[in-house]
């Protein structure tokens, strides 16, 4: 089991190995960029032909999101456009991981475009284009159209179907002009946060809809490149971005708690994605739930796509047991506790809480997990590019007035970035094929459940004023995205 963190002067350390190496320098062609989500920075939800999405009738239910935050406002983005774009140029970012709003484009997740909709995110890509930005497009990041939801959501086929109309047409709008494709940002959270534990969109608490979403979702994936394979004029890459999970076992029955949650957070999508098959422990352990009949012929074929670059997102690890039925069962799982839960089929099995430090999360910090994932994932997949498409962390921040300039100095986060980053650099080393990373996130927004108290950023979002303040991190990122060195 992997020890918690100490901390020692102005080290930090990990037993005898050191995490805060300075002066390394990335491969001349590693990007460094920053990501963000179309609900949690847009606002304008109810403009320009935007339908609802399933975060608006979410957010918009009393006792789902804190103090009864919505993502109606949120950084303001639709209408600061041109000003976020000039502070994506000033932070000297090579790329820039956005999402499409599916309701913008699609106010029912199906029918013709809305031309409004395809206008934004044109002069979107077209600013990032003219300020030297590459743009990353992610077509879907949760906020599903209402109306899609009322037929069933990812609970059912019609809504991967429609999915893959929808890749067709902003393939067309946009597909000369975006540098990478990405199909879904963490389907895992998507089933089964929203479909099994209640605590995301739409809310719902129904084990056999989560496992039914997992695979739409994958077959949503697959769909969305073949669509996009046949109308983009130039040579993009395609990629998905999973949140794969680094778990810790103790105790007697350790390997088979990590086995269970493997098999449901990661081998459910690595499985048809990556192999064309899903894992046979899978379906065993949820062969009470259901008997996967809705997998139908063909389906692993389409799912099965070669993909450029595989997107990793990493926050923190997990440690499982086996639980012994009598005890308090600990559900330190790091999501919010809505009643359900996101693990089918995995009753048996305990989230222990880990030793700190921890992030304003709750979650723990663990660089290392970041390095043991990316060589986990090269030793299973040798030929598969990756890139670190989120990672970083919510901290306190206070904002420094009492000098001649506001300043946030979030030593907290410049620690956690550059260990983190120093963690990937040991990767490449080893001979992982990574590609680059992405710093999660540019600016604090809409934190889902937890609304606007949980500060992500490296750009401070005054939300009363929406006045943009660079932090600390966010000058010391641009440093590093100058030079590809990682400052001392």
Known sequence: MTQGNTVTGNTVTQGTSDYRDGGLVFPADFTFGSATASYQIEGAANEDGRGASIWDTFSHTPGTITNGDTGDVADDHYHRLEEDLDLMKSLNLQAYRFSIAWPRIQPTGRGPANQAGLDFYSRLIDGLIARGIRPVATLYHWDLPQALEDEG?????????????????????????????????????????????????????????????????????????????????????????????????????????????????????????????????????????????????????????????????????????????????QNADGHKDAGGSPWPGASRVEFVQQPGPYTEMGWNIEPSGLEELLLALHTEFPNQPMMITENGAAFDD???????????????????????????????????????????????????????????????????????????????????????????
Request: net charge negative.
């Open 398 to 488: 206070t904002v420094d007035d009492s000098g001649e300039h506001a300043a946030v100095h979030d030593l907290d986060r410049i620690d956690y970035l550059r260990r983190h980053l120093t963690a990937a650099h040991r990767a490449v080393a080893q001979g992982v094929d990574l590609r680059g990373y992405f710093v999660w996130s540019l600016m604090d927004n809409f934190e889902w459940g937890y609304g606007y108290t949980k500060r992500f950023g490296i750009v401070r979002v005054d939300y009363d004023t929406q006045v943009r303040l660079p932090k600390d991190s966010a000058l010391w990122y641009a440093e590093l995205a100058s030079s590809n060195r990682l400052p001392d």
């Open 153 to 329: 959501g990812w609970a059912v086929r019609s809504t991967a179907e429609a999915f893959g109309d929808y890749a067709s047409i902003v393939g067309t709008a946009f597909g000369g002009r975006i540098h990478t494709w990405t199909t879904l940002n963490e389907p895992w959270c998507s089933a089964y946060l929203g479909y099994g534990s209640g605590a995301h969109a739409p809310g719902l608490t129904d084990p056999e809809k989560a496992l039914k979403a997992v695979h739409h979702l994958n077959l949503a994936h697959g769909l969305a490149i073949t669509a996009l394979r046949k109308v983009v004029t130039n040579d993009p890459q395609y990629s998905v971005t999973l949140n794969l999970h680094v778990v810790l076992g103790e105790g007697t029955g350790a390997a088979d708690a990590v086995r269970q949650i493997e098999a449901l957070g990661n081998r459910a999508f690595t499985g048809p994605m990556l192999k064309g098959a899903y894992p046979a422990d899978l379906l065993e352990d949820t062969k009470e739930i259901t008997d996967w009949s809705f997998v139908q012929g063909g389906d692993l074929a389409v799912i099965n796509q070669p993909l450029d670059v595989l997107g990793v997102n990493y926050y923190s690890t997990n440690l499982v047991r086996l639980w012994d039925g009598v005890s308090p069962r």
